[in-house]
């Protein structure tokens, strides 16, 4: 914060990590949608946003005209000489590359391997439940939502989860730094390497039952992938995995403190949850997505340059009322749902299915132990910056015990 | 003679979102990728009708449609 200076129009200056976004987006996004629909910005170098679902799916699906060889908007550039396979594969690969490397990660995060999670993760959210337990007032995000995921992706790793402080850190570098000098952003990602490097020559060394042996142990183009390689697929799995999921539990517990009928409602009808779900995954997408122009082309009348940033924000389409009938409202029984939490074509989220396994599980714990809850204090509730929106602080009073 | 209905999936635009499985797990299941395909032969029962309906509905790569003979 501090990095930038405030937005005043939205249209022709946006900045995606103003604090008037950070705390309401929504707005932002039905008055642009309405009115613009494609806005554009000087800012990082030049960046353009589109808000209408149909336009977000299709510079999505247009893999010909955009790159993803960086996904995270700042004022750094990864070079064009790192695509095909960009910074993190393959969430950052063009085709061909993409597709390859996509099968490494698609059978370990198939719903079958996931529902194998489900009984450590949700013994997990009980533990933390249960940490929680006595007092009137919780943090749901600092002593809750962002535990999970960490734990999970850990686990799955065969990283200590003593570190998860560490990762959190990295984390935030990559998807809050974005404002910092190209310098300071390019320096702070190096400890994490060192960190990486260090724990996959110990699975170099010690080949074990875990996500890191099996990605030295995969081969993409005919060869096994590199010790770099490896570390890039594992800062993707750390950063996608992280933020995310904490971001969606938060904004879900968010919406049922303050919103009893619905609270109510899935305590009643345990049933509706998996339909709950998805419409919470619609109304609060935590992800928006950023391309990179390859080339300079006219685009629906916007006229892009070659390395213009685009981003892509999901959360904007899933409230387009274009796409969905009361797209601001969140229905929590909505039957219909093409939501684009997850992203659509060919990027997906390759962690949807443990993603929303996850959120399905803490909600579900969360309800079981703490059915009655409120905002313990509304105007104190922070929203991450940038392109994952959750809320980071988010004090929670339940009904003191007997 | 009666009407009959079958789903299908577009396997070069499924995604493996898993919406048609979680939806309609009656009708669609997960191959070892997450994507989806019907099961059997795709043939809907009556009582499943609208699970189809809104597997077809609710599919973000609209890859899950109707074959209807």
Redesign the interface.
């Given at each position: 914060m501090g990095l930038h200076d405030r937005v005043t129009d939205w249209a022709r200056d946006f900045d995606h990590t103003d604090e008037g976004w950070a705390a309401d987006p929504y707005p932002i996004w039905d008055e642009l949608r309405s009115t613009c629909p494609v806005a554009r910005s000087e800012r990082y170098g030049g960046v353009w946003l589109p808000t209408r679902h149909e336009d977000v799916v299709a510079i999505a699906y247009d893999t010909d005209h955009f790159s993803s060889r960086s996904v995270v908007v700042s004022k750094f550039r990864a070079p064009v000489e790192i695509a095909p396979v960009g910074t993190a594969p393959p969430i950052s690969s063009d085709p061909p590359f993409h597709k390859q490397a996509r099968k490494v990660l698609l059978p370990v995060f198939s719903p079958r391997a996931v529902s194998a999670l489900e009984p450590s993760t949700r013994a997990y959210c009980e533990e933390l439940l249960e940490q929680m337990r006595g007092r009137e007032v919780v943090d749901a995000a600092a002593d809750y939502a962002q535990h999970i995921p960490v734990r999970v992706i850990a686990n799955m790793l065969g990283l200590p989860e003593a570190d998860a402080d560490v990762f959190r850190g990295f984390v935030h570098h990559v998807l809050e730094g974005v404002s910092l000098p190209i310098e300071e952003r390019v320096a702070g990602m190096l400890p994490l390497f060192d960190y990486l490097e260090k724990h996959i020559a110990d699975h170099v060394g010690n080949p074990r039952d875990d996500l890191i042996s099996l990605l030295l142990d995969s081969e993409v183009d005919g060869r096994k992938l590199d010790g770099f390689e490896v570390a890039r697929m594992i800062l993707l799995l750390l950063i996608a995995g992280i933020d995310t999921t904490w971001s969606a539990i938060g904004a879900s517990l968010w919406h049922l403190a303050r919103t009893p009928a619905d609270r109510r409602r899935l305590l009643a009808e345990p049933g509706l949850m998996p339909v709950a779900v998805e419409e919470l995954l619609r109304a609060y997408a935590p992800v928006t997505m950023a391309r990179l122009v390859k080339e300079d082309m006219d685009w629906n009348g916007c006229p892009m340059k070659a390395d213009d940033w685009v981003l892509l924000p999901f959360p904007s389409a899933n409230r387009d009322p274009a796409a969905f009938a009361e797209a601001d409202t969140v229905v929590i029984d909505r039957e219909v749902n093409r939501h684009l939490a997850f992203g659509v074509g060919i990027h997906r989220c390759v962690g949807s299915h443990l993603a929303r396994m996850e959120l399905t599980v803490a909600l579900g714990a969360w309800l079981a132990a703490i059915p009655d809850f409120e905002l313990a204090e509304p105007a104190a509730v922070r929203w991450s910056e940038g392109q994952v929106r959750g809320p980071r602080i988010l004090a929670i009073r339940r009904p003191a015990l007997p | 003679m009666m009407w009959r209905m079958n789903v299908h999936v577009d396997a070069d635009r499924c995604?493996?979102?898993?919406?048609c499985?979680?939806t309609a797990p009656g009708l669609f299941e997960?191959d070892?990728?997450?994507s989806g395909r019907p099961i059997g032969d795709g043939a809907v029962p009556v009582a499943l009708q609208h699970d189809a309906r809104?597997a077809v509905?609710?599919?973000?790569?609209r890859a899950v449609s109707f074959e209807g003979t």
């Open positions: - | 995604q493996g979102h898993g919406r499985y979680l997960a070892d990728l997450g809104l509905a609710n599919c973000p790569e």
